[in-house]
């Protein structure tokens, strides 16, 4: 695993989180097994999002790719909280996710599916960094291991997602100064989470420490 300064995001989750959310480490895999069942059913959603009746192939085989590997994902993480003495439960709300999807700029063709695919990468980098605190902090072996190795795998997506938003509207400019409002967006939507089992809930009463800017123009 990287250093969580190879991703873009503009608050640093502090240790302390991952302490805390891995008291309830059940409720915590429930919360993980729904978020990746609903990143399989985004790319599956985004497959559709192609603004001409026909997508491009490379479009169609990154989508498909991504439902895949969240639905392998999914499958994991269900088993483990059986062997657990756990169940899956349906029932689930991720307001983080959804104060995320206000910002997308519904009904503005490109820039909305641009948007869509923002989020996206957005929601795969906070898990990204999530995941390398889980790893550090885990005492269970086989869960600490399966963090570890879901860590590469949602980089890659939030490294696709970017990818296909600059594909998507080809003007440099303009996706960069978009990428920067939803990455300040994210910061706050995350620090103003409420605390608890989830793999998106906010600092737990600590403060949030800023996160060092990746140099450069682009941060992809």
């Known amino acids: 695993m990287g250093p969580a300064t190879e991703l873009p995001l503009r608050c640093a989750t502090p240790l302390e989180w991952a302490r805390a959310v891995l008291r309830e480490p059940v409720a915590l895999l429930n919360d993980h097994a729904l978020l990746e069942k609903k990143a399989a059913l985004n790319a599956l959603e985004l497959l559709d999002r192609w603004p001409e009746p026909h997508p491009p192939q490379y479009w169609v085989e990154r989508m498909t790719a991504i439902a895949r590997e969240e ?12 062997r ?47 995941f390398e605190l889980l790893a550090r902090c885990c005492e269970d072996a086989e869960v600490a291991r399966l963090y570890r190795d879901l860590w590469a795998s ?42 608890g089992p989830r793999i998106h ?20």
């Open 71 to 82: 639905i392998e994902h999914l499958a994991l993480v269900t088993r483990l909280i059986a």
């Open 84 to 130: 657990r003495g756990g169940r899956y439960c349906k029932q689930h709300r991720n307001p983080y996710a959804q104060a995320l999807r206000a910002l997308v700029r519904v009904g503005h063709g490109k820039q909305e599916t641009m948007d869509r695919l923002m989020v996206s990468a957005l929601i795969e980098a906070r898990s990204c960094e999530r």
């Open 201 to 220: 809930s906010g600092p737990c009463g600590i403060g949030f420490e800023p996160a060092p800017r990746a140099p450069g123009r682009r941060q992809s």
């Open 154 to 195: 949602e980089k890659g997506h939030y490294l696709t997602f970017i990818d296909l938003a600059r594909q998507m509207l080809a003007d440099d400019g303009a996706v960069d100064r978009r990428w920067d409002e939803m990455l300040a967006a994210e910061a706050g939507i995350i620090a103003a989470q409420p605390p």
